[in-house]
T-cell receptor, first 113, second 113 residues
């Protein structure tokens, strides 16, 4: 069974631009969560989607948004990019609304210049 | 979710058991203990979880104290590939909590030949 895939793997953007990252969960998984990892703040939860509905949201500004499609694939969008948005963005999928095991993708490395 | 405390780093000899401690003194009755690890530049990987009893799987063993205020992850025969950051996470696995994981600083484990 294929794992969690994230595209693109690497991305370079300029301040003020917007970016969309994609996550395809493991087949059959209905929950997708997004995390931001930076050297200074570590791994921080962004939001979680389950059955196309956002269930939880972390403490991030409204520039960060996401959505989930009917096939469980998810996208996250960051508008008006800032230098501090440079990070590794990880998504995790799990089978159900509350699962013990979550499976992480390899991440998208975003660099904002 | 209850807060966890882990040593920032530890070394381990290859082939020996690695014992990783975690304190979670404010854990609630419905909160599980989870362990994930992150090998450099990869997404976190689920290792094991437990509620009250000790647990073992093909990767590791989890020992939870009787009062549940601390736990130890045991890697029975550490290999160089076990070099990673190990995260201890406490989370209530209930519908309202969803699948959000709150990561702390983790323990950076270096397995030496």
């Amino acid at each position: 069974k294929a794992g969690v895939t994230q595209t693109p793997r690497y991305l370079i953007k300029t301040r003020g631009q917007q970016v969309t990252l994609s996550c395809s969960p493991i087949s059959g998984h209905r929950s997708v969560s997004w995390y931001q990892q930076t050297p200074g703040q570590g791994l921080q939860f962004l939001f979680e989607y389950f059955s196309e509905t956002q269930r939880n949201k972390g403490n991030f500004p409204g520039r960060f948004s996401g959505r989930q499609f009917s096939n469980s694939r998810s996208e996250m969008n960051v508008s008006t990019l800032e230098l501090g948005d440079s990070a590794l963005y990880l998504c995790a999928s799990s089978l159900a609304g509350t699962s013990h095991e979550q499976y992480f993708g390899p991440g998208t490395r975003l660099t904002v210049t | 979710d209850a807060k966890t405390t882990q040593p920032p780093s530890m070394d381990c000899a290859e082939g020996r058991a690695a014992n990783l401690p975690c304190n979670h003194s404010t854990i609630s009755g419905n909160e599980y203990v989870y362990w994930y690890r992150q090998i450099h530049s990869q997404g976190p990987q689920y290792i094991i979880h437990g509620l009250k009893n000790n647990e073992t799987n093909e990767m590791a063993s989890l020992i939870i104290t009787e009062d549940r205020k601390s736990s130890t992850l045991i890697l029975p025969h550490a290999t160089l590939r076990d070099t990673a950051v190990y995260y201890c996470i406490v989370r209530a696995t209930i519908k309202a909590a969803g699948n959000k994981l709150t990561f702390g600083g983790g323990t950076r484990v270096l397995v030496k030949p």
